[in-house]
């Protein structure tokens, strides 16, 4: 069955130091997505990316974060300088063309940032 | 914006019996997704279930049935014959034209031998 990777499973680094989050979506999918989820909170939504340009961001995305999908396979979010509060579980996900009717988001395991 | 609202912060269960654990949500939009995540201890989102606003039929996969009142704006899930395995956050979620999803809070399941 199809999924998405993500690489690190858990990433350890110090606060000011730049981190780059990797993500596989699944090959034939067109929309993508950042999630972030603090430690024992609610998931939330960071970006969507479709056609090689951000669709939407939320208030978290701040400058501090970018996505690239440089290679038409892999797709990225770098946090420049990371912060304290940055740390959290970072989902990748992925979704097929619009009309499939089962409208599932798939997701990868997650990047767990620690920021010291 | 749209709003999705869990109550329950953690529910208690015995194995085998069922569960039903609720969602309600506030959009204007006509058009939306309704999705349950599972998110166990090891962190990853499980997809479990999805039901479109327009489904005229209740959802169901397997041991998981969503019970989608469009009038009240609520998308209970339900999980019958729980079993140990069940034992996880359970996230509800909507989608809407834009695809991007918007997280409740969750709910805890604890599944008791």
């Known amino acids: 069955e199809p999924e998405v990777t993500q690489t690190p499973s858990h990433q350890v680094t110090q606060m000011g130091q730049e981190v780059i989050l990797r993500c596989v979506p699944i090959?034939?999918?067109?929309?993508f997505y950042w999630y972030r989820q603090i430690l024992g909170q609610k998931v939330e939504f960071l970006v969507s990316?479709?056609?090689?340009?951000?669709?939407?961001k939320s208030e978290i995305f701040d400058d501090q974060f970018s996505v690239e999908r440089p290679d038409g396979s892999n797709f990225t979010l770098k946090i420049r300088s990371t912060k304290l509060e940055d740390s959290a579980m970072y989902f990748c996900?992925?979704?097929?063309?619009?009309?499939?009717?089962?409208?599932?988001?798939?997701f990868g395991e997650g990047s767990r940032l620690t920021v010291l | 914006a749209q709003k999705i609202t869990q109550t329950q912060p953690g529910m208690f269960v015995q194995e085998k019996e069922a569960v039903t654990l609720d969602c309600t949500y506030d959009?204007?939009?006509?058009?939306?997704?309704l999705f349950w995540y599972k998110q166990p201890s090891s962190g990853e989102m499980i997809f479990l279930i999805y039901?479109?606003?327009?489904?005229?039929q209740n959802a169901t996969e397997g041991r998981y049935s969503l019970n989608f009142q469009k009038a009240r704006k609520s998308a209970n899930l339900v999980i019958s014959a729980s079993q140990l395995g069940d034992s996880a956050m359970y996230f509800c979620?909507?989608?809407?034209?834009?695809?991007?999803?918007?997280f409740g809070a969750g709910t805890t399941v604890t599944v008791r031998a």
């Open positions: 996900a992925s979704r097929a063309r619009a009309g499939e009717e089962t409208g599932e988001l798939f």
């Open positions: 959009t204007s939009d006509p058009s939306y997704g």
């Open positions: 979620a909507i989608s809407l034209n834009d695809y991007k999803l918007s």
């Open positions: 990316f479709y056609n090689n340009e951000i669709s939407e």
């Open positions: 090959s034939n999918h067109l929309y």
């Open positions: 039901q479109g606003s327009y489904d005229q």
